[in-house]
């Protein structure tokens, strides 16, 4: 019977740079084969969008979350046009772009009329500071899961104590809260 023995080598400090040098190399290889290039990746990206119902002070409104992923010039900004469920006018909300941060918040002013099931268009637009060259442009849709009738037409509570509001009518203080 044939016995394989196998001779123990010492490591020195040579092999184990050697080691080191390709697993560097390969991990490199591998960032640089999954990488996306700077000019395919869009000035903006939407992380989100919805309505928000604030039954409490009585205010329906939607919005978006985007986040900056290239660097711009300071102070150009956001330009949101949300649809107006009434069927008015757009509503254009100007957010502008600090150093400070990489991630805003839009949201419109407040609205009525919002029905279930309804998408309501949103246009952005990135708009650079000085020279106003647009750098990014979108357009989505943004539909609620629920109609505005479950928000009061005035706020339930009012003052630093939350003292139910006496303006509202007889139905809405009728509800449990």
Do not use: C
Not at 23 to 46: D, H, K, M, N
Not at 113 to 121: A, F, N, T
Not at 122 to 139: G, H, K, M, P, T
């Amino acid at each position: 019977m044939q016995t394989l023995t196998f001779q123990a080598r010492k490591l020195g400090l040579r092999h184990i740079a050697i080691g080191l040098a390709g697993f560097i190399l390969l991990l490199l290889a591998i960032g640089f084969a999954t990488r996306t290039p700077p000019s395919q990746t869009p000035y903006l990206t939407i992380a989100g969008a919805g309505f928000m119902f604030n039954y409490r002070i009585g205010e329906v409104s939607y919005g978006f979350a985007a986040v900056v992923n290239k660097p711009v010039r300071k102070y150009s900004r956001i330009i949101a046009t949300f649809e107006d469920p009434m069927g008015g006018p757009p509503l254009e909300i100007i957010e502008k772009l600090t150093p400070r941060s990489t991630r805003y918040s839009v949201r419109s002013p407040p609205v009525r009329g919002v029905e279930k099931g309804v998408p309501y268009r949103v246009s952005v637009r990135l708009i650079q500071n000085l020279d106003d060259a647009v750098l990014f442009e979108e357009s989505f849709t943004v539909t609620s899961q629920m109609s505005d009738a479950v928000v009061p037409p005035a706020p339930l509570t009012i003052g630093p104590g939350y003292m139910r509001n006496p303006h509202l009518s007889d139905d809405w203080k009728r509800r449990d809260i």
